[in-house]
């Protein structure tokens, strides 16, 4: 890996995502000390500080990474494809975004509902091939960080609202938000558009809700606390 500047949240964060980007898996310890010439104890409390400020998750009792948003380390549903390159989405609305992070041409494989037909969802030309499918949100989004990592693999793509309506009701989930991918599309799109930024930073409360409302997404699901958190 090359050189990096001060390590701060923003530049550590920014070596994960281009790794990922760039070489489809995250750094390990031993590359992040070479590119930051900090001692391995420095970079496991970088690490923690950056999970601590929701900016990835950490495998319990380490400093491996697991999540990066939009990037997954571990197999989950979403298997984003670009040529001969492939990501772990942990979500739709993830697969979403790193697919706008990739700027150009890719696929999504997902299972609906997941338990049901595999789908492969292609974006072409900066659009959503496959615009009657539809995208269930059942987590609000203020309480999204209580359990990231089932917030993110309850985010699943459907081709009907009758079958969210059935899959809520067999596995006791309650009903969110549902949401047509071509729109789940452009906001994921702006949601992650500067998560490869050098100078990223989360979005705060009152702007998370601003993306909210510009994408037109209203209702429980999408309340936050007022400037309460980074999103």
Request: glycine share 6%.
């Amino acid at each position: 890996m090359t050189r990096a500047g001060p390590l701060n949240n923003a530049t550590l964060h920014h070596a994960i995502i281009t790794s990922l980007l760039d070489r489809c898996f995250a750094p390990n310890l031993e590359e992040l000390c070479d590119r930051f010439s900090v001692p391995r104890q420095g970079i496991e409390r970088a690490l923690g500080e950056l999970a601590d400020y929701h900016g990835l998750v950490l495998h319990p009792a380490s400093a491996r990474i697991w999540v990066a948003h939009p990037f997954s380390t571990a197999p989950t549903n979403f298997l984003v494809r670009q040529g001969d390159k492939e990501w772990w989405g942990n979500c739709a609305w993830c697969s979403l975004g790193l697919v706008a992070l990739l700027e150009g041409n890719a696929t999504i494989t997902t299972a609906l509902g997941a338990n049901d037909r595999q789908i492969t969802i292609h974006v072409e030309d900066g659009e959503v091939v496959e615009t009657d499918l539809l995208v269930h949100f059942p987590v609000p989004m203020q309480n999204v960080w209580d359990n990231v990592v089932y917030t993110c693999s309850s985010m699943l793509v459907f081709d009907s609202e009758a079958k969210i309506d059935a899959w809520c009701a067999k596995h006791r989930i309650a009903k969110g938000d549902v949401q047509p991918i071509a729109k789940v599309w452009r906001f994921a799109s702006e949601w992650y558009g500067r998560h490869g930024d050098e100078d990223w930073r989360k979005w705060t409360a009152a702007e998370a809700a601003q993306i909210f409302s510009r994408h037109g997404l209203t209702g429980p699901i999408w309340d936050l606390p007022s400037e309460q958190g980074r999103y």
